[in-house]
């Protein structure tokens, strides 16, 4: 009778031992099954994670101010050119994945009446334009402090487009696609009252409505110019100021944001920006962004190293306990043993009966791991990771796909996980048939007596 059957036959014979030993096995595969997906997931999250949330720096230009023989004195306001622009993306070697400029002024319209604020009048009826070169990337809609209810966003290649809140729209029964002339204006103070300081108009543009916005945050303040208002906001493409006199073309006042992909090159990244000598550090402020990558991927450094010990304890504990049981039971079966050594079977034929059992168990207790975890791995992976997909970061250019199962078996890695299990088998049914393997056939069957 060969091993195989001889194997069968014990199997069935010894039900309850075969059925416990079937138990362990499909315990510490379910257990190893699961840390080594979470040990896989984490790393294949890190590395979804870092394409998705991105990171950004900004520089932004800021005025000087001095004291002197008592005195404030207000420097000249610094700006960035496009030129600068250039060369941060030159310097970045090819990381800077977009970016965004920032300008500012105001406009008034015969067609728009302005949400009326603080000493409002006819000649301080205006609006702030902020004019951005990609009106999604900006801080508020990024942040989700204002949201696109109507059209599109503002891209690089518009011209005279601009973006208005719902109540503005509202208050003038505007709608996307509707088309204003927009003038330049500009807000000032005199004797209390605030003003235009520009009365002579000279300088206007035809606007398309290409959006509306619904903004949401702190109430304006009751001091509040009419301009300083959120809901007479607008913004506008980056031609729009440039044509109403209000900004001179490729030079920027306001602060220019670059987005990255990989929040780890964003620190060697700083260092080469800061490196370039055409921009005066002592006048512009270069700051960074990770969206919090930090703070996520610390939570999936701990729950990777918690992976890699619960592998490691699992591992040494069911060696061992694998080792016991095996003992146990090889020892109990020296009379069997002794039985087929007198009936001219080898040593190897014997151990190799032992381990055929054990790896058949194995094979089962496995599958059945396997099966159950392709059923949970869905449930699992939305409870450990599915605040990932809620993060926010750049989320115009994120190219990552949405809604992934990180802990999805792999085929691979589980047959290497299988093939581990299987020699760790072999390994204990040497160890726990040392006996057989030490003594000799007379001395085993002296000791069945």
């Known amino acids: 009778m060969g091993i195989c059957k001889r194997a069968v036959l014990y199997l069935v014979r010894k039900k309850g031992k075969a059925a416990l030993l079937f138990l362990i096995f499909f315990f510490v595969s379910a257990f190893l099954l699961i840390c080594f997906s979470i040990l896989s997931g984490t790393e294949q999250a890190a590395r979804e994670l870092r394409t998705n949330i991105g990171a950004a720096f900004y520089i ?119 088309v204003l002339t927009l003038t330049h204006a500009d807000l000032g103070q005199q004797d209390g009252k605030y003003i235009d300081t520009l009365p002579e108009k000279t300088a206007f543009a035809e606007v398309e ?63 080469c920006v800061e490196a370039i000598s055409s921009i005066d550090w002592d006048n512009h402020i270069l700051r960074e962004n990770d969206f919090q990558y930090e703070q996520i991927a610390g939570q999936l450094q701990n729950l990777q190293e918690l992976a890699v010990a619960l592998i490691v304890i699992s591992s040494v504990l069911s060696i061992v306990i694998l080792m016991l049981i095996l003992m146990m039971r090889i020892r109990g079966r020296i009379h069997e043993a002794g039985i087929f050594l007198s009936v001219g079977k080898s040593k190897a034929q014997i151990i190799g009966q032992f381990t055929l059992e054990a790896w058949v168990l194995l094979f089962a207790g496995f599958l059945l791991a396997l099966l159950m975890w392709l059923l949970c791995s869905n449930t699992a992976n939305e409870l450990l990771f599915g605040t990932l997909a809620q993060k926010r970061g750049t989320a115009a250019l994120q190219t990552g796909g949405g809604g992934l199962n990180y802990l999805q078996p792999d085929l691979f890695r589980f047959i290497l996980l299988f093939t581990a299990e299987a020699g760790a088998v072999l390994l204990t049914v040497l160890v726990a048939s040392g006996a057989i393997l030490r003594l000799k056939p007379k001395e085993i069957l002296s000791r069945m007596s």
Do not use: C, W
């Open 209 to 271: 409505i290409i959006g509306i916005f619904q903004y949401e945050g702190a109430a304006d303040s009751a001091d509040s110019p009419t301009a300083g208002k959120a809901a007479n906001h607008i913004y506008s493409d980056s031609h729009l100021l440039v044509n109403l006199q209000e900004q001179q073309d490729g030079i920027f006042e306001g602060e220019i944001a670059f987005y990255i992909a990989d929040p780890l090159e964003l620190d060697f990244l700083l260092e």
């Open 60 to 178: 932004r230009p800021y005025t000087q101010m001095t004291m002197e023989g008592g005195s404030l004195s207000v420097g000249t306001t610094p700006v960035i050119t496009q030129q600068s622009i250039v060369e941060v993306i030159a310097a970045t070697q090819g990381q800077v994945k977009a970016y965004n400029t920032e300008h500012y002024g105001y406009a008034k319209s015969e067609q728009l009446h302005f949400i009326p604020g603080a000493g409002d009048n006819e000649a301080s009826n205006m609006g702030k334009v902020t004019a951005v070169r990609d009106s999604e990337l900006t801080d508020v809609f990024l942040n989700e402090e204002y949201t696109l209810l109507a059209g599109r966003h503002i891209q690089p290649e518009d011209e005279n487009k601009i973006l208005i809140s719902a109540e503005l729209a509202t208050e003038n029964n505007l709608e996307v696609g509707d």
